[in-house]
């Protein structure tokens, strides 16, 4: 090798490795920029809602709705909890795990319908969304029919109602990130998952989804919806109408470290241990948003990473509204619909359930 072409190697190795310090150094200040904008912290403190233990082996996600927190538990044989706010937290447990006709293969996800005691399992496996009557299950009775069946052959991760009868899915699509789906099946894709370059938008958009993954999350009215994604700093803000979903808003501050891995079978795009997660959970009201965030990686924090105790609260606009701090780390929350309470499983050794006052 000629002197050359050797100082030639050596002005690419180091142009790269200035080239990725300016991006870690662009994407420091973007969020720094970004948190300097909340100008109104508040400290919340904590209270115990229950007496007894809630045995929880995985849950994922948490919904307030007719009064009541719903948990989505998924490593547990009862999918599901109910916990009567109104009822001195009177509590159930259903939702058996199963093949048989009032049972459920994979939740993917939980979401409100239009009536307020309504809720929308979607079985991922077997391609159905299936009604949770609140009121039946408060009188223990059994029963979760078949709202909408999937007759696609896309694989929808999420899906969720919208007030316009027609469904928003998330998946790992190839046509792009988010669906939409009429009464009559006929289904239409939107956007695509982040990138952070050309090299990356090369990546299938569905294999750069697995990276993407995240929470989403609607108003009260069904017309607004929120995806933040778990490992970058990164939300959308979107509306739906009849037959479109229009981006409102997007934030990036930043992207996730990953590589994919893809066979005939399967594929996968694990996130790097040294990547710092970011909004690990969120949840949406009619006139808020809120992000639960992080900022620690999996290897210096292990499992501790996926809690938090900051909660940044804007407007459908996107707009700053105020900084929560919680006096405990929290996994999962959900808020009420006037914005009042805000309840939360907090790891206290064992996960326990606890409401903050938001003043």
Known sequence: MTRIQTFGRCYLLLAFSVLLTSCGQSERRKWE??????????????????????ILGGPVQMLYADSSLFIHDAKTENLFWLIDLADQCKTYRFGKRGNAGNEFLQIGSVCKMNNDSVLGAWDSYRRELREINLGQVKRWEEGYPVIMKDTTSKFRMKLYATRCDNYLGLGFYEEGMLSLSGPTQQTSYFFEYPYRDQHERMTSNRLRGMAYQGTVCSNKSHDKFLYAI????????FSVSDNQINKTYEWIGGYPTYRTEETANSFSAPISADNKMSFISAYATERYIYLLYSGKSFREAQMKAFEADVIYRLSWDGEPVDKLFLDTSITLFCVSDDDKNLYALANKGELELVKCIIN
């Open 33 to 54: 920029d970004w948190e300097r904008s909340f100008t109104i912290a508040r400290e919340l403190k904590s209270v115990s809602c229950m007496d007894e233990e809630l």
């Open 230 to 237: 778990d490992s970058a700093p990164i939300f959308m803000l």
